[in-house]
């Protein structure tokens, strides 16, 4: 009973390196979303995906990139870390109802010095 | 911009009193959720609420939804130490993709 899957779980960059967190969902859900979280701000989108083959950015875009690999994948990239960029990211995925649900997945904790 | 507001952001309280967490907005929301995070997990979905001066109850826990679904309430009963978390109210906007928009969330400690 997997739901959402992220990784890394940890991971400390220095300024200026590149990576990619990876997130799968196994609940057929169409839509995809990363957050990030820090405190006292609660939870920022960056990206989004409404189904399979489009993306689109949400409030904090700045720094980073995505990819809806397939219905499945969604990747978030850093091109270039900055330590503005130290967060807890947090992948989701929904299936678009009246009755919205989105499901997380355990966070990705990134600290960029 | 933050479109939702939590209020109080810390809570530390005793077992066994009553407690009440709000969540106002000036923009209307076709849904507003009640999520509960743990430390190192993701926000967990406790309860939606879809119409204006709805009551939701989940055990101890009971939620409202304004009548212009505007804000929202949680208000928890005899709190108990596993209550202890964060606690996040999120809004569905009412037209176009569904995006969640999330308060910046309530912080509660219940202590034995």
């Known amino acids: 009973n997997a739901g959402v899957t992220q990784t890394p779980k940890f991971q400390v960059l220095k300024t200026g390196q590149s990576m990619t967190l990876q997130c799968a969902q196994d609940m057929n859900h169409n839509s995809m979303y990363w957050y990030r979280q820090d405190p006292g701000m609660g939870l920022r989108l960056i990206y989004y995906s409404a189904s399979e083959g489009t993306t689109d950015k949400g409030e904090v875009p700045n720094g980073y990139n995505v990819s809806r690999l397939n219905k499945r994948e969604f990747s978030l990239r850093l091109e270039s870390a900055a330590p503005s960029q130290t967060s807890v990211y947090f992948c989701?995925?929904?299936?678009?109802?009246?009755?919205?649900?989105?499901?997380f997945g355990e966070g990705s904790w990134l600290t960029v010095v | 911009t933050q479109l939702l507001e939590q209020s109080p952001q810390f809570l530390s309280i005793q077992e066994g009193e009553n407690l009440t967490v709000y969540c106002n907005s000036s923009?209307?929301?076709?849904?507003l959720q009640w999520y509960r995070q743990e430390p190192g997990e993701g926000p967990v979905l406790l309860v939606t609420?879809?119409?204006?001066?709805e009551v939701k109850k989940l055990k101890r826990l009971t939620f409202q939804f304004g009548d212009a679904r505007k804000d929202s309430s949680l208000h928890i009963t005899a709190a108990q130490p596993g209550d202890t978390g964060l606690y996040l109210c999120?809004?569905?906007?009412?037209?176009?993709?569904?995006?969640?928009?999330f308060g910046t969330g309530t912080r509660l400690l219940v202590s034995p």
């Open positions: 999120a809004g569905a906007r009412p037209t176009g993709f569904q995006k969640l928009v």
């Open positions: 989701a995925s929904s299936d678009q109802d009246r009755v919205y649900t989105i499901y």
């Open positions: 609420v879809v119409t204006g001066g």
């Open positions: 923009s209307v929301f076709s849904s």
